[in-house]
């Protein structure tokens, strides 16, 4: 059976580290934010050419304080609407409510996955502030014509880059990333981090994600507990100097598939250039979804549905479940991801290919 992401095998060459690592933890004595968290923050930050790195819980937190932290700025108001893609991980508009603003949902391109930015102008009113952008699945956004919009409007840009480990972004803008273990860059639990080059915002967060103090018993403001642990980020600075190497290997699964999967029935994903994408995902549609995920399984492959339900048609936010957003929901019907990681092996993905061409 091929898995869809073996994350034993995946973090497998990485324990003798893992295990000396912990070891050296066990003997230092110190568990919260000490040498370990700060290691990792500098180091990812110098990776992502960025001026912070804040370490925090996990990728939704990291969403929810980069937003709270803009709120306690000035720059965003409780009842803000901010612009979000509607075919995105619910996490993204989760965070949105969770800092009282209001998610404004934009249709995706159904070549790219990702927001249209044609689509933006039409969502905007007095009362639109920001745009949370997603790279779904790994793929860039287009950003020229993104900050043409946030010029033209004064909108805010932050990007939620939980897919998106180690990609050539465009403009330096706050993001936030997720190191849940299946992520491009996975921990071994949960962990999240925001990069960002402004000095004030960074500042805050430092203390957002730890009550809101600096100084120990000192709260300044109405914080939150959400740091990174000091394991994770040991786990973390083992493994960031592969993270290139993990993505060449995905794009090089992704070159194979574009290249050789020829099946009319099915829908390969567009991607213009292989620098813009860093495949957290392989997303093929296909009209009888369902029969083929049970097909590909009946011949080994694991697939997963990424996802079979949008944000806004869930039970948890019944206030949008009337909003009519055709292209996502097509989308949601139809996708199927494909295994894609460094640790399939040439004939793996021989194996998915004909198989899928033989469908
Ligand atoms: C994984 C993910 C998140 C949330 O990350 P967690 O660490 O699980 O909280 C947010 N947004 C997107 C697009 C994701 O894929």
């Given at each position: 059976?091929?898995?869809?992401?073996?994350?034993?095998?995946?973090?497998?060459?990485?324990?003798?580290?893992?295990?000396?690592?912990?070891?050296?933890?066990?003997?230092?004595?110190?568990?919260?934010?000490?040498?370990?968290?700060?290691?990792?923050?500098?180091?990812?930050?110098?990776?992502?050419?960025?001026?912070?790195?804040?370490?925090?819980?996990?990728?939704l937190?990291?969403?929810?304080?980069?937003?709270?932290?803009?709120?306690?700025?000035?720059?965003?108001?409780?009842?803000?609407?901010?612009?979000?893609?509607?075919?995105?991980?619910?996490?993204?508009?989760?965070?949105?409510?969770?800092?009282?603003?209001?998610?404004?949902?934009?249709?995706?391109?159904?070549?790219?996955?990702?927001?249209?930015?044609?689509?933006?102008a039409e969502?905007?009113?007095?009362?639109?502030?920001?745009?949370?952008?997603?790279?779904?699945?790994?793929?860039?956004?287009?950003m020229?014509?993104?900050?043409?919009?946030?010029?033209?409007?004064?909108l805010?840009?932050?990007?939620?880059?939980?897919?998106?480990?180690?990609?050539?972004?465009?403009?330096?803008?706050?993001?936030?990333?997720?190191?849940?273990?299946?992520?491009?860059?996975?921990?071994?639990?949960?962990?999240?981090?925001?990069?960002?080059?402004?000095?004030?915002?960074?500042?805050?967060?430092?203390?957002?994600?730890?009550?809101?103090?600096?100084?120990?018993?000192?709260?300044?403001?109405?914080?939150?507990?959400?740091?990174?642990?000091?394991?994770?980020?040991?786990?973390?600075?083992?493994?960031?100097?592969?993270?290139?190497?993990?993505?060449?290997?995905?794009?090089?699964?992704?070159?194979?598939?574009?290249?050789e999967?020829?099946?009319?029935?099915?829908?390969?994903?567009?991607?213009?250039?292989?620098?813009?994408?860093?495949f957290?995902?392989?997303?093929?549609?296909?009209?009888?979804?369902?029969?083929?995920?049970?097909?590909?399984?009946?011949?080994?492959?694991?697939?997963?549905?990424?996802?079979?339900?949008?944000?806004?048609?869930?039970?948890?936010?019944?206030?949008?479940?009337?909003?009519?957003?055709?292209?996502?929901?097509?989308?949601?019907?139809?996708?199927?991801?494909l295994?894609?990681?460094?640790v399939?092996?040439?004939?793996?993905?021989?194996?998915?290919?004909?198989?899928?061409?033989?469908?």
């Open positions: 059976m091929i898995k869809f992401l073996d994350l034993q095998q995946l973090n497998q060459p990485f324990e003798a580290q893992f295990l000396s690592k912990t070891k050296e933890f066990l003997d230092t004595g110190w568990y919260i934010l000490g040498n370990e968290v700060r290691q990792f923050e500098k180091s990812f930050a110098s990776y992502s050419n960025a001026k912070y790195c804040i370490g925090v819980g996990n990728g937190d990291a969403l929810i304080l980069i937003l709270k932290a803009n709120i306690q700025l000035g720059n965003l108001q409780k009842g803000d609407e901010v612009i979000v893609p509607a075919n995105t991980y619910i996490a993204t508009v989760l965070a949105i409510l969770q800092a009282d603003l209001v998610p404004v949902f934009v249709e995706p391109d159904i070549e790219t996955y990702n927001i249209n930015p044609n689509l933006i969502k905007i009113t007095s009362k639109t502030k920001a745009i949370l952008l997603v790279h779904l699945y790994g793929q860039l956004v287009k020229e014509e993104i900050t043409a919009i946030s010029e033209k409007y004064n805010l840009i932050i990007e939620d880059a939980a897919q998106a480990h180690g990609l050539s972004f465009v403009g330096k803008y706050t993001r936030a990333f997720s190191f849940y273990p299946g992520k491009n860059l996975g921990a071994l639990g949960d962990g999240g981090a925001i990069t960002t080059d402004d000095d004030k915002l960074a500042e805050l967060l430092y203390s957002l994600r730890n009550y809101g103090s600096d100084k120990k018993y000192h709260n300044d403001y109405v914080g939150i507990n959400s740091r990174l642990d000091e394991l994770q980020a040991a786990f973390l600075s083992i493994k960031l100097p592969y993270l290139d190497a993990e993505n060449i290997a995905r794009q090089k699964i992704a070159k194979r598939y574009l290249a999967i020829s099946n009319s029935k099915i829908v390969l994903p567009t991607c213009e250039k292989m620098d813009n994408h860093v957290h995902l392989f997303v093929i549609r296909t009209e009888n979804r369902d029969e083929l995920k049970e097909y590909l399984l009946k011949n080994g492959i694991e697939t997963i549905i990424h996802y079979p339900i949008p944000p806004h048609k869930q039970k948890a936010l019944q206030d949008f479940n009337t909003i009519n957003l055709p292209i996502t929901e097509k989308i949601h019907r139809e996708v199927l991801s295994p894609i990681s460094s399939l092996s040439h004939t793996e993905v021989s194996h998915i290919i004909a198989t899928l061409n033989n469908y």
